[in-house]
């Protein structure tokens, strides 16, 4: 084939990739909203088209108008309903819509691989005719390819045109830089936003109808194709369509050149997985660089601290009440993970993943929930560790010499340690949608260019682990995973503890202002990356070894998403909450058809526009209004003096962009108990009386506290009588310890004043 | 252990054809309040943050001591002693009071490896922290320089009875006086404010100039920018009056006050005594 019939071959997947650029930039400008979920969406469409036209035998054309008619525009204005029309609500951070936007993607992958299963189907109908057009000599070029052209042109200028030249593209400007002053300047701002929303996923379905002949259509291949595209985007920095659309093609083109080459060796290999790869090296080449995304609005300052709401453990005392909660809190947690040692063989072996996943998982928590970076790349690091442990194993790294199974785990994941660094790298001076995606693209070409490669991932094999000559058995190989586990706990709490974990969270909160007292910013950065590498190589170690088996599936970046999604659903920054998820995960993939934790946890992501800090923090959150209803129930709330405020308040200021956090002010008068419970947390208001330091009449009891002080204390008179008559009987030596007094004096010590009225 | 000048020598900050920032020297010795003034569009905040290290200058260099700082991040200047505050309180809002002190108090060590093995001073187990709950029992409370540095900056700024609460739920005032507390804890040699008093109201203005009194008297250098030319004129020792990227006037408030330059182009409109309440609104 000649240079121009390569071209021409290209040009058709130039064409589709353009329209998915096209359909993300449409989103993106009307809405702020990078719509990651646009895979996901191109998928489910193509799947309903094709269910139309094979399943139920509808002409094409119809199937066609129904899916780019009615299903896709449906989706965008069901999601902009639904999802993002209360982020934009409350203002949510551009990560928080990231996260929504992955939520969907999840959900719409559940959905997918729920209905039609997660094998390939190749016959996926064209919506054009199989024939071609001459242009000259013998070159030809398909009518698909020329009808994706004139698709693309079309929608570039009547976009462009509407963008530039209508009221409504001022309109949609407005609405995108400020969208509580546009309405308030009278743009109907949620149509404006409802219809980028259905013009994005129209075009995010036409792309998977014309994606799907192309290549076998599976869920999550196809999904992976779309986001590829984002190539395009970034190259357009977020703005330009024209730009967008030249890329597309450029890159299809060149990819398409690229197979009049041959090359031998080692070279060659990379060559063939660049001829159908180049989208992804792309996207990674243009996201190191592009010096910035015209990303709308501030940008990403904050970036996770929105969804991770929880400060520094306590730095001075802590209470015994709370320590002993806190060891009960652990034990409970120890004994669950314990349990599976119980199991069935065969169940035993399903909770392998358990650990070995909370792994992975907590490597999330230390990057996102703890210093505030977005790492969509986990996958990666877990599939390098697992991969790197593996040859070590095999004697076929480097030449090293065979190293025993357990130690080449560690060792394995320490290899992963310098790659997490050079991925840190990037991290200094990006975030948010930027480090995101770089991440993903670096998770992405690991994939494509080791995990898939035969002369990397095959060829390799496991033997039984063995400690001291002894073979693990099944349950000590559990205990074994439990106890790295216990390694990685240790070094989250030490990266949340101290002044480490200060300065790890300050960097989160502001890292302008972690800068500007000395908080070295990049090197924590890259500490917190380079941690996490190792954490989620361990993790990866285990994941093989508990499934026998090394599988790129099992490492592919959408795995990353999923993840990622998991962990921000069960609360980013809550350790706990990562290996809750992962039994979460593991125990429905057990118990229910396979993908329906996908499904679940992409439910739960939907959720997160109404919880923001994930599950983790509805839970605390929970229990601090439980706690709070009690106390009510207990004290009237009228009764009770807000702490005082020393700092005046000032009528002028505005709070100031401390988002994710409820919370009062802490203003004098705030009568409302949800308005108490909220500050409760935040401002510890002490409860009982004489810690408050209030006059001893101040706090009056509610009926029903009253009545309960009462019980309380007649019961306690009741033990002390009893105690007292013991303690006579058994005369001065053998007495019991006198626990009841002690009772009835931290009670008189909580309410001196019921203590005197009763 | 003396306290350093800081310098800026012949500063040029382009943006294309605009020249923001153009041949400005300017010195802030320690223990002195240096004001910072222009009319919006002056290249103060450039100056700022070419200053506070978030931008370069294309010319010139910013020297804190003896040691040329031009090329240094901000992190690295702070741990030098330059500090800075935000126009917007940059507090860590899930931290509580004392625990944002405290950041601010202990990132003058870079050593976070220890931290990652529980090493760290600060970083207690519940072992060492039971001792030393003991040693204080017996009024032998061990306070490391960090602590010790935080509980007075807390007492000495009246912020003790917020210490324990989660720093995004206080106002704005509050917010600029923890901020402030912050940056105090740092141990600067030169402070660097940026606009302290904007969302406060007069009270707390006042509170403001007197607290920055307070701290250069204790020997610290303060460089301070704002719009609230009476806070500037009442407080500092002396003035940089910036026109379109230049220094027109400098000295002693009286001086630049009395400058023909600074009147017409910036004091003009208004007679003195009420060019605070003329300021550019924000």
């Given at each position: 084939m000649?240079?121009?019939?390569?071209?021409?071959?290209?040009?058709?997947?130039?064409?589709?990739?353009?329209?998915?650029g096209?359909?993300?930039?449409?989103?993106?400008?009307?809405?702020?909203?990078?719509?990651?979920?646009?895979?996901g969406i191109?998928?489910?469409?193509?799947?309903?088209?094709?269910?139309?036209?094979?399943?139920?035998?509808?002409?094409?054309?119809?199937?066609?108008?129904?899916?780019?008619?009615?299903?896709?525009?449906?989706i965008?204005?069901?999601?902009?309903?639904?999802?993002?029309?209360?982020?934009?609500?409350?203002?949510?951070?551009?990560?928080?819509?990231?996260?929504?936007?992955?939520?969907?993607?999840?959900?719409?992958?559940?959905?997918?691989?729920?209905?039609w299963?997660?094998?390939?189907?190749?016959?996926a109908?064209?919506l054009f005719p199989?024939?071609?057009?001459?242009l000259?000599?013998?070159?030809?070029?398909?009518?698909?390819?020329?009808?994706?052209l004139?698709?693309?042109?079309?929608?570039?200028?009547?976009?462009?045109?509407?963008?530039?030249?209508?009221?409504?593209?001022?309109?949609?400007?407005?609405?995108?830089?400020?969208?509580?002053?546009?309405?308030?300047?009278?743009?109907?701002?949620d149509?404006?936003?409802?219809?980028?929303?259905?013009?994005?996923?129209?075009?995010?379905?036409?792309?998977?109808i014309?994606?799907?002949?192309?290549?076998?259509?599976?869920?999550?291949g196809?999904?992976?194709?779309?986001?590829?595209?984002?190539?395009?985007?970034?190259?357009?920095?977020?703005?330009?369509?024209?730009?967008?659309?030249?890329?597309?093609?450029?890159?299809?083109?060149?990819?398409?050149e690229?197979?009049?080459?041959?090359?031998?060796?080692d070279?060659?290999?990379?060559?063939?997985?660049?001829?159908?790869?180049?989208?992804?090296?792309?996207?990674?080449?243009?996201l190191?660089?592009?010096?910035?995304?015209r990303?709308l609005?501030?940008?990403d300052?904050?970036?996770?601290?929105?969804?991770?709401?929880?400060?520094?453990?306590?730095?001075?005392?802590?209470?015994?009440?709370?320590?002993?909660?806190d060891y009960?809190?652990?034990?409970?947690?120890?004994?669950?993970?314990?349990?599976?040692?119980?199991?069935?063989?065969?169940?035993?072996?399903?909770?392998?993943?358990?650990?070995a996943?909370?792994?992975?998982?907590?490597?999330?928590?230390?990057?996102?929930?703890?210093?505030?970076q977005?790492s969509?790349?986990?996958?990666?690091?877990?599939?390098?560790?697992?991969l790197?442990?593996?040859?070590?194993?095999?004697?076929?790294?480097?030449?090293?010499?065979?190293?025993?199974?357990?130690?080449?785990?560690?060792?394995?994941?320490?290899?992963?340690?310098?790659?997490?660094?050079?991925?840190?790298?990037?991290?200094?001076?990006?975030?948010?949608?930027?480090?995101?995606?770089?991440?993903?693209?670096?998770?992405?070409?690991?994939?494509?260019?080791?995990?898939?490669?035969?002369?990397?991932?095959?060829g390799?094999?496991?033997?039984?682990?063995?400690?001291?000559?002894?073979?693990?058995?099944?349950?000590?190989?559990?205990?074994?995973?439990?106890?790295?586990?216990g390694?990685?706990?240790?070094?989250?709490?030490?990266?949340?503890?101290?002044?480490?974990?200060?300065?790890?969270?300050?960097?989160?909160d502001?890292?302008?202002?972690?800068?500007?007292?000395?908080?070295?910013?990049?090197?924590?950065?890259?500490?917190?990356?380079t941690?996490?590498?190792?954490?989620?190589?361990?993790?990866?170690?285990?994941?093989?070894?508990?499934?026998?088996?090394?599988?790129?599936?099992?490492?592919?970046?959408?795995?990353?998403?999923?993840?990622?999604?998991?962990?921000?659903?069960?609360?980013?920054?809550?350790?706990?909450?990562?290996?809750?998820?992962?039994?979460?995960m593991?125990?429905?993939?057990?118990?229910?058809?396979?993908?329906?934790?996908?499904?679940?946890?992409?439910?739960?992501?939907?959720?997160?526009?109404?919880?923001p800090g994930?599950?983790?923090?509805?839970?605390?959150?929970?229990?601090?209004?439980?706690?709070?209803?009690?106390?009510?129930?207990?004290?009237?709330?009228?009764?009770?003096?807000?702490r005082?405020?020393?700092?005046?308040?000032?009528?002028?200021?505005?709070l100031?962009?401390?988002?994710?956090?409820?919370?009062?002010?802490?203003?004098?008068g705030?009568?409302?108990?949800?308005?108490?419970?909220?500050?409760?947390?935040?401002?510890?208001?002490?409860?009982?009386?004489?810690q408050?330091?209030?006059?001893a009449?101040?706090?009056?009891?509610?009926?029903?506290?009253?009545?309960?002080?009462?019980m309380?204390?007649?019961?306690?008179?009741?033990?002390?009588?009893?105690?007292?008559?013991?303690?006579?009987?058994?005369g001065?030596?053998?007495?019991?310890?006198?626990?009841?007094p002690?009772?009835?004096?931290?009670?008189?010590?909580?309410?001196?004043?019921?203590?005197?009225?009763? | 252990?003396?306290r350093?000048?800081l310098?800026?020598?012949?500063?040029?900050?382009?943006y294309?054809?605009l020249?923001?920032?153009?041949?400005?020297?300017?010195?802030?010795?320690?223990?002195?309040?240096?004001?910072?003034?222009?009319?919006?569009?002056?290249?103060?905040?450039?100056?700022?943050?070419?200053l506070?290290?978030v931008?370069?200058?294309?010319?010139?260099?910013?020297?804190?001591?003896?040691?040329?700082?031009?090329?240094?991040?901000?992190?690295?200047?702070?741990?030098?002693?330059?500090?800075?505050?935000?126009?917007?309180?940059s507090l860590?809002?899930?931290?509580?009071?004392?625990?944002?002190?405290?950041?601010?108090?202990?990132?003058?060590?870079r050593?976070?490896?220890?931290?990652?093995?529980g090493?760290?001073?600060?970083?207690?187990?519940?072992?060492?922290?039971?001792?030393?709950?003991?040693?204080?029992r017996?009024?032998?409370?061990?306070?490391?320089?960090?602590?010790?540095?935080?509980?007075?900056?807390?007492?000495?700024?009246?912020?003790?009875?917020?210490?324990?609460?989660?720093?995004?739920?206080?106002?704005?005032?509050?917010?600029?006086?923890?901020?402030?507390?912050?940056?105090?804890?740092?141990?600067?040699?030169?402070l660097?404010?940026?606009?302290?008093?904007?969302?406060?109201?007069?009270?707390?203005?006042?509170?403001?100039?007197?607290?920055?009194?307070?701290?250069?008297?204790?020997g610290?250098?303060?460089?301070?920018?704002?719009?609230?030319?009476?806070?500037?004129?009442?407080?500092?020792?002396?003035?940089?009056?910036?026109?379109?990227?230049r220094?027109v006037a400098?000295?002693?408030?009286?001086?630049?006050?009395?400058?023909?330059?600074?009147?017409?182009?910036?004091?003009?409109?208004?007679?003195?005594?009420?060019?605070?309440?003329?300021?550019?609104?924000?």
């Amino acid at each position: 084939m000649t240079s121009i019939d390569l071209a021409l071959a290209g040009l058709s997947l130039g064409a589709i990739a353009a329209l998915s650029g096209i359909g993300l930039l449409v989103t993106y400008r009307t809405n702020g909203v990078l719509n990651l979920a646009q895979g996901g969406i191109a998928t489910l469409v193509a799947y309903v088209f094709r269910e139309m036209v094979v399943e139920w035998d509808l002409p094409i054309w119809l199937a066609a108008v129904v899916a780019l008619a009615v299903v896709s525009p449906g989706i965008g204005l069901l999601l902009e309903r639904l999802v993002f029309r209360p982020l934009a609500r409350r203002r949510a951070s551009a990560a928080e819509s990231l996260v929504a936007s992955l939520g969907v993607l999840v959900l719409s992958l559940g959905i997918t691989a729920g209905i039609w299963g997660l094998g390939a189907r190749s016959d996926a109908p064209s919506l054009f005719p199989n024939s071609s057009v001459r242009l000259y000599g013998d070159s030809r070029v398909g009518v698909d390819a020329l009808a994706e052209l004139v698709m693309v042109v079309v929608f570039t200028v009547v976009i462009g045109i509407i963008a530039a030249r209508t009221a409504f593209g001022r309109q949609i400007r407005a609405v995108v830089d400020d969208r509580q002053l546009a309405e308030l300047s009278g743009v109907p701002a949620d149509k404006v936003a409802a219809a980028g929303w259905a013009a994005g996923t129209t075009m995010a379905g036409l792309t998977g109808i014309l994606l799907a002949p192309r290549f076998q259509l599976t869920p999550y291949g196809l999904t992976l194709l779309v986001l590829e595209t984002f190539a395009v985007v970034v190259a357009a920095r977020l703005s330009s369509m024209p730009v967008a659309v030249l890329t597309a093609l450029g890159i299809a083109i060149g990819q398409s050149e690229l197979k009049q080459f041959t090359l031998h060796g080692d070279a060659g290999q990379i060559l063939t997985v660049l001829q159908s790869n180049l989208f992804i090296v792309a996207l990674l080449v243009l996201l190191l660089a592009v010096p910035k995304l015209r990303e709308l609005g501030s940008g990403d300052s904050g970036a996770t601290a929105s969804f991770s709401s929880r400060g520094a453990p306590p730095s001075g005392r802590v209470s015994g009440v709370r320590l002993r909660r806190d060891y009960l809190g652990k034990l409970g947690g120890g004994a669950l993970l314990l349990a599976p040692l119980t199991f069935a063989p065969s169940d035993l072996r399903s909770a392998f993943t358990v650990p070995a996943l909370a792994l992975i998982f907590l490597s999330m928590v230390i990057v996102t929930g703890y210093s505030g970076q977005l790492s969509l790349g986990a996958a990666g690091f877990a599939g390098l560790g697992a991969l790197l442990s593996l040859k070590l194993a095999n004697g076929d790294l480097f030449g090293l010499p065979a190293i025993p199974g357990i130690a080449s785990m560690f060792l394995g994941a320490l290899f992963v340690a310098p790659i997490g660094l050079i991925t840190g790298y990037p991290a200094i001076r990006r975030r948010g949608l930027t480090l995101a995606l770089t991440t993903f693209a670096v998770g992405a070409v690991v994939s494509r260019f080791v995990f898939e490669q035969p002369t990397f991932a095959t060829g390799l094999y496991l033997d039984p682990l063995s400690l001291f000559g002894w073979e693990l058995s099944e349950k000590a190989f559990y205990v074994f995973e439990l106890i790295c586990l216990g390694i990685g706990l240790l070094v989250v709490r030490n990266l949340h503890h101290g002044r480490l974990g200060r300065a790890l969270l300050a960097l989160r909160d502001h890292s302008e202002g972690a800068a500007a007292v000395g908080v070295d910013v990049r090197n924590l950065k890259l500490l917190a990356f380079t941690v996490s590498s190792v954490v989620a190589g361990l993790g990866g170690a285990l994941l093989v070894h508990s499934s026998y088996s090394f599988s790129a599936d099992d490492f592919a970046p959408l795995q990353s998403l999923l993840w990622f999604t998991a962990v921000v659903v069960f609360g980013a920054d809550s350790a706990a909450g990562a290996i809750v998820a992962a039994a979460f995960m593991v125990t429905i993939d057990v118990l229910a058809p396979a993908g329906s934790s996908t499904l679940a946890i992409g439910i739960l992501a939907l959720a997160l526009g109404w919880m923001p800090g994930g599950l983790a923090s509805a839970v605390r959150g929970g229990v601090r209004l439980l706690a709070q209803y009690l106390a009510d129930s207990f004290v009237d709330p009228n009764q009770r003096a807000p702490r005082p405020v020393p700092v005046r308040i000032s009528a002028v200021g505005h709070l100031p962009a401390t988002t994710g956090i409820t919370g009062s002010t802490g203003i004098p008068g705030i009568g409302s108990t949800l308005g108490a419970a909220r500050a409760g947390h935040y401002a510890r208001w002490p409860l009982s009386g004489n810690q408050l330091g209030l006059p001893a009449d101040a706090p009056r009891l509610t009926p029903f506290g009253a009545s309960l002080v009462a019980m309380v204390e007649q019961y306690a008179a009741g033990q002390t009588a009893v105690a007292r008559q013991r303690q006579a009987t058994a005369g001065p030596d053998g007495a019991p310890r006198p626990a009841v007094p002690h009772l009835s004096r931290a009670d008189a010590g909580t309410h001196p004043a019921e203590g005197g009225r009763a | 252990m003396s306290r350093h000048v800081l310098q800026a020598v012949g500063l040029v900050r382009r943006y294309g054809g605009l020249t923001a920032v153009d041949h400005v020297d300017l010195v802030a010795p320690p223990g002195m309040i240096t004001g910072l003034i222009g009319p919006n569009g002056a290249g103060k905040s450039t100056l700022f943050s070419l200053l506070t290290g978030v931008e370069q200058p294309d010319e010139g260099k910013v020297v804190l001591g003896n040691t040329d700082i031009t090329r240094m991040r901000p992190d690295i200047r702070s741990r030098r002693g330059l500090v800075q505050t935000f126009q917007v309180p940059s507090l860590f809002p899930t931290l509580t009071v004392a625990d944002n002190l405290l950041v601010g108090a202990e990132n003058r060590r870079r050593d976070y490896a220890g931290g990652l093995l529980g090493l760290s001073a600060q970083g207690r187990s519940r072992v060492s922290h039971s001792i030393e709950r003991g040693l204080e029992r017996l009024g032998l409370a061990p306070k490391g320089p960090v602590t010790q540095i935080v509980e007075e900056v807390l007492d000495s700024l009246g912020l003790s009875d917020v210490r324990d609460t989660i720093a995004g739920t206080l106002p704005t005032g509050a917010l600029r006086l923890v901020e402030f507390a912050r940056a105090l804890c740092a141990r600067p040699d030169i402070l660097l404010l940026d606009e302290p008093a904007s969302g406060l109201d007069s009270e707390e203005t006042a509170k403001l100039s007197q607290l920055l009194r307070r701290t250069a008297a204790g020997g610290v250098g303060i460089v301070i920018v704002d719009h609230d030319v009476d806070l500037v004129f009442s407080v500092v020792d002396q003035v940089y009056a910036m026109v379109g990227g230049r220094v027109v006037a400098s000295g002693d408030p009286e001086t630049v006050r009395n400058d023909p330059t600074v009147r017409s182009v910036y004091l003009a409109q208004a007679p003195l005594a009420v060019a605070g309440q003329s300021g550019e609104a924000r």
